[in-house]
C-alpha cells in the first residue's frame, strides 16, 4: 500500500501564478478530501469527494480555489492566480467506504511569495 | 458553526509522567471521534478512535468519550520524549461524513 501521495512536496511561486496540486487516494478508497494547514487557523476542510463527487465546498476560500476528481485515482486543486495568503501546506486525505478515520498524504508546503 | 476546541497549549511533562489532553466539541450529532498526532513537518497520523461512551485503551494511550458533557480526551502513559508531538482532536457525525479538527495542543516530553 502507497499511502496517499501528493505532488509537489513544496512549491514556491509568484504572486500571480497558477498553482496545481496533485493527489493520488489509497486504491479503494471511495472518499478523499483537501485540507489547508496554518499556525492561526489549524486543519481547514476545503472540499471533499464521495465517489468522485463534490459533496462540500463550503470551506473554498473563494473562486481563486477549485478542485476536481476525474477519476477514483486522481485529484488537482487549483489555485488561479495566487497570493500570498494562501502560503500553507495543503493535505490530501483518503477514506474507504463506510470508513471513519482518514489517511492523509504527506502535504505540500506552498509558498507565494 | 461546528466547533472542536482543545486546551492552549503548549504542554510539558516530564519523561515518564501521565499527559493529559484535552478536547469539547460542540455538535451533540456527533458520533465519532478521533485523536491525530502530527509530528513536526509530518502529515497527522491517527492513532486512537472511539464511538461509545468510556475509556478505550491501547497500549498506552487511553481514550475517554462523554457524550453527555461532549467531553473527549486522551491519556498518555508513561509519556517519552518520542511522543513530544502535536495531537489534533477530530469528531464527525458518522461514517462517510467529514473529520472537523481542533487547532491542536503541541506535547513536549522532558527527558
Known amino acids: 500500500d502507497a499511502g496517499v501521495i501528493q505532488s509537489p512536496r513544496h512549491e514556491v511561486t509568484e504572486m500571480g501564478q497558477e498553482v496545481t496540486l496533485r493527489c493520488k487516494p489509497i486504491?479503494?478508497?471511495?472518499?478523499l478530501f483537501w485540507y489547508r494547514q496554518t499556525m492561526m487557523r489549524g486543519l481547514e476542510l476545503l472540499i471533499y469527494?464521495?465517489?468522485?463527487?463534490?459533496?462540500?465546498d463550503s470551506g473554498m476560500p473563494e473562486d481563486r480555489f477549485s478542485a476536481k476528481m476525474p477519476n477514483a485515482s486522481f485529484s488537482t486543486l487549483k489555485i488561479q492566480p495566487s497570493e500570498p495568503r494562501d502560503s500553507a501546506v495543503y493535505f490530501c486525505?483518503?477514506?474507504?467506504?463506510?470508513?471513519?478515520?482518514?489517511?492523509f498524504g504527506s502535504g505540500t508546503r506552498l509558498t507565494v511569495v | 458553526q461546528k466547533e472542536v476546541e482543545q486546551n492552549s497549549g503548549p504542554l510539558s511533562v516530564p519523561e515518564g509522567a501521565i499527559a493529559s489532553l484535552n478536547c469539547t466539541y460542540s455538535?451533540?450529532?456527533?458520533?465519532?471521534f478521533f485523536w491525530y498526532r502530527q509530528y513536526s513537518g509530518k502529515s497527522p497520523e491517527l492513532i486512537m478512535s472511539?464511538?461509545?461512551?468510556g475509556d478505550k485503551e491501547d497500549g498506552r494511550f487511553t481514550a475517554q468519550l462523554n457524550k453527555a458533557s461532549q467531553y473527549v480526551s486522551l491519556l498518555i502513559r508513561d509519556s517519552q520524549p518520542s511522543d513530544s508531538a502535536t495531537y489534533l482532536c477530530?469528531?464527525?457525525?458518522?461514517?462517510?461524513?467529514?473529520?472537523?479538527f481542533g487547532k491542536g495542543i503541541t506535547l513536549s516530553v522532558r527527558p
Open positions: 472511539i464511538y461509545s461512551n
Open positions: 469527494f464521495n465517489n468522485n463527487v463534490p459533496i462540500d
Open positions: 486525505a483518503s477514506r474507504g467506504q463506510g470508513g471513519y478515520g482518514y489517511t
Open positions: 455538535d451533540r450529532v456527533s458520533q465519532s
Open positions: 477530530a469528531v464527525s457525525t458518522g461514517a462517510n461524513s467529514k473529520l472537523t
Open positions: 486504491s479503494g478508497h471511495n472518499s
